[in-house]
């Protein structure tokens, strides 16, 4: 690469640090109780520094001070009704009592995720690429509302948990780069749910769901799959997914200063010009912001052909095998200075992304058992059968064999492949977990893979019923551990399988923690 465009680089760089400088030094101040009463959100510092926000996406808070409207769409299986998620008060936090209150005794998709920017890039159902999603017509799926609860300066909030099969898109959107043209981007993501599958990627996008070549897309990725580029350790890492390749460096392969993530809150930024690019990244909960990559373009790259579509949870093609927790991000116009990017992660790192505290009954290396609410079944508990590996619900009460008892007793463990949710093993057969298989609840000894890891973790939830609590799969985000016909399944809610039926759903897929019965 010559020297002269980084000389020119520099200069832009010193004369926007001025007006940068003074907006860190407005958010560094602020705390997790009072940084909504500052005047600068995240696209008010990128509009300081000459690099507006055109697209502005948040379940948790409103990304700019002013901005006072609905963040998010939430729809209910009971009716279909649909419901819009506001913010507190203008330039504040999610109104998640709202949802709360509409999804009741009943469960959610989240169906649009309004833009803040006022260019009306909304993101809504991602639809069928070239490769297919699960639901009908082939589109893809809709995360669930309240399967990634999170706090922000002490409000509760919900991110969007993306399992395999969810995505969305915006193919006609407005303002966003095209061709070679000049962007930035920035994720915050759980730094704990990923797989090594294609893409859990935010931004820019081909705006025909298919493979339109090398560079036609530039987007965050976000996990550990290795077949194109990698970091350091196992991962997961900040990539950027330029189409038909994950990029770490200036080439495919490995990256050694692209680190592993071991954070549970990360925020990840990428950007872009003429034949140069970086991917930065850092704790979205204190610190400040390292350089993965700043340099030239890889061969075959030089000259961006970017669409100027955005997606989310999926891959350029609509690739959809991942998995990842989003919270807020935004694209911009033009290549924002290192300034304004740190005094971004300053005002995100202000406001206290928290994991929601673990419930006592629920922390890791409790004894439980996990008792039936449907009327029917009330004295019944999942246990598992010693005839064979699969799990039912059966009474058990005091006068029960000491082996029926202890069938029926698990021991929480941080989920295998979600530390922000559980997994569950034998309080009766060390090792041994229960998963589901073909959806049928069984139990099986951990063989380690990545894919045991995924059919055994469940992440928990408020009671579909209002009693309790619903355990999603992490690996199928429609599906809840529900009891039908006294066995235990990963079931959607009315869908193709007998054990799918909507009779008693909600109470079916609803359990109570309960003291161990070993």
């Given amino acids: 690469m010559s020297v002269r465009p980084w000389i020119r680089r520099a200069r832009r760089a010193l004369l926007a640090a001025g007006t940068t400088a003074l907006l860190a030094a407005g958010v560094l101040s602020g705390t997790a109780t009072t940084s909504q009463a500052a005047t600068q959100e995240p696209c008010d510092i990128y509009a300081g520094g000459g690099t507006p926000c055109v697209a502005a996406h948040s379940t948790t808070r409103a990304l700019y001070a002013a ?44 169906t649009v995720i309004y833009d803040q920017s006022g260019k009306g890039n909304n993101l809504t ?26 706090t922000v300066a002490g409000h509760e909030a919900y991110g969007v948990f993306v399992g395999p099969g969810t995505g969305y898109r915006n193919n006609h959107t407005s303002g ?21 599958n294609c893409c859990f990627d935010y ?57 592993t993530v071991n954070n549970r809150f990360h925020t990840a930024m990428l950007k872009g010009q003429a034949n140069h690019w970086a991917i930065r990244g850092g704790n979205a909960q204190s ?10 373009r890889p061969s075959g790259y030089t000259t961006m052909k970017k669409e100027g579509a955005i997606i989310l949870g999926i891959g350029g093609d609509n690739s959809n095998g991942d998995a990842g927790t989003f919270y807020e991000g935004v ?22 992304y928290t994991a929601p505290a673990a419930s006592n009954a629920l922390a890791p290396g409790s004894r439980i058992s996990l008792q039936a609410t449907t009327a029917c079944c009330t004295t019944d508990y999942i246990k598992h059968n010693d005839s064979d590996n699969y799990t039912v619900i059966a009474n058990v009460s005091s006068s029960s064999s000491t082996t029926t008892k202890a069938d029926a007793t698990w021991i929480v463990r941080a989920g295998l492949a979600n530390a922000s949710c559980v997994s569950f093993e034998s309080a009766n057969k060390a090792g041994n977990y229960l998963r589901h298989y073909a959806f049928r609840l069984q139990l099986n000894a951990n063989d380690g893979t990545s894919n045991f890891a995924q059919d055994a973790t469940f992440c928990p939830q408020p009671g579909n019923s209002g009693q309790g609590y619903s355990f999603l799969s992490v690996n199928y985000p429609s599906r809840y551990l529900r009891h039908y016909a006294y066995n235990v399944y990963a079931a959607s809610n009315g869908g193709s399988d007998t054990f799918d039926t909507l009779s008693s759903f909600v109470d079916d897929s609803s359990w109570m923690v309960a003291s161990p019965w070993s």
């Fill in 67 to 110: 901005f006072n409207g609905s963040l998010y769409q939430v729809r209910r299986a009971s009716d279909g009704t649909t419901k819009d998620i506001g913010v507190l008060s203008a330039g504040g936090y999610a109104n998640a009592g709202a949802q709360d209150s509409f999804c009741a005794g009943t469960s959610c998709v989240i």
């Fill in 125 to 150: 159902q991602a639809p069928a690429g070239q490769f297919p999603g699960p639901a009908s017509g082939g589109n893809d799926n809709l995360a669930p509302a309240a399967a990634a609860p999170v």
């Fill in 176 to 196: 966003v780069a095209t061709g070679d043209a000049a962007e930035g981007m920035y994720a915050v993501l759980d730094g704990t749910h990923y797989n090594g």
């Fill in 203 to 259: 931004g820019n996008a081909e705006t025909d769901n298919r493979n339109d070549g090398n560079g036609t897309m530039e987007a965050i990725y976000f996990g550990n799959l290795n077949l194109w580029g990698y970091g350091a350790g196992t991962g997961p890492w900040v990539m950027a997914d330029m189409e038909n390749g994950l990029f770490s460096g200036g080439s495919a392969g490995y990256n050694a200063n692209d680190p």
């Fill in 287 to 296: 610190g400040s912001l390292s350089t993965y990559y700043d340099g030239a």
């Fill in 331 to 352: 694209l911009t116009s033009g290549f924002p200075t290192e300034a304004t990017e740190n005094a971004v992660q300053a005002n995100i790192t202000s406001v206290g």
